[in-house]
């Protein structure tokens, strides 16, 4: 298997796999308010995510950015109960291009946070070389989020299309569950913010 081919690989398993589950939740978050008909919507939202990651990710590689870990992890499940907050108490008009303008810049800025968690997985794999696994590492955590977005989409329209429950019902389910999640996982970290510091 070839480097390029091996690092997309783990990329894309990072996101699917369970130790990836906290970023699934921020993407499902993000995807929640949309159906499948939105799918260039959500591609470009997708997308902002990765731009945002990719730069912390490539400046923590790389040794020019350095973050608390303990804190880093903290302000991974913030960002994703903000978003699901987001979702739950924005107005039932979800095609407002204000709304949709939020969504993105919430991807983006988010996606800086999420890149430093990801840096602490890529570390470890890294050789001298950095370049290529940067590169294909971040194409392959795109397709994986880009599979979590298929699958979201897709049970939304069944849910929302041929069971006849109504959208905003779907979206409220679907964010409540998520804030849930991932306020009891922020309080979970909160406590390591007070051990020694380690840097990423």
Do not use: C
């Not at 979800?94 to 969504?103: F, H, I, M, W, Y």
């Not at 309080?187 to 007070?194: A, G, P, Q, V």
């Amino acid at each position: 298997m070839s480097e390029f081919a091996l690092y997309f690989q783990l990329g894309w398993q990072h996101i699917i796999a369970w130790d990836g589950y906290d970023h699934i939740l921020f993407i499902v978050a993000l995807s929640a308010v949309y159906l499948l008909k939105d799918w260039k919507k959500v591609l470009i939202l997708v997308t902002a995510f990765t731009i945002g990651h990719s730069i912390t990710l490539a400046l923590s590689v790389l040794n020019i950015v350095r973050m608390n870990r303990p804190l880093v992890e903290f302000l991974i499940p913030v960002t994703i109960f903000i978003t699901a907050l987001f979702n739950i108490i924005r107005q039932p008009d979800l095609s407002q291009p204000r709304a949709v303008q939020l969504n993105y810049y919430f991807a983006l800025f988010f996606g800086l946070i999420h890149g430093m968690g990801f840096s602490t997985y890529l570390k470890s794999l890294l050789g001298a070389n950095v370049a290529v696994p940067l590169l294909s590492f971040n194409l392959g955590l795109e397709f994986g989020q880009v599979l979590v977005v298929i699958t979201v989409l897709l049970m939304a329209g069944i849910i929302v299309n041929i069971t006849g429950v109504k959208r905003r019902d779907w979206i409220m389910f679907l964010s409540s569950a998520i804030f849930g999640i991932a306020f009891v996982m922020a309080i979970e970290r909160f406590k390591d913010l007070f051990v020694l510091p380690t840097t990423i």
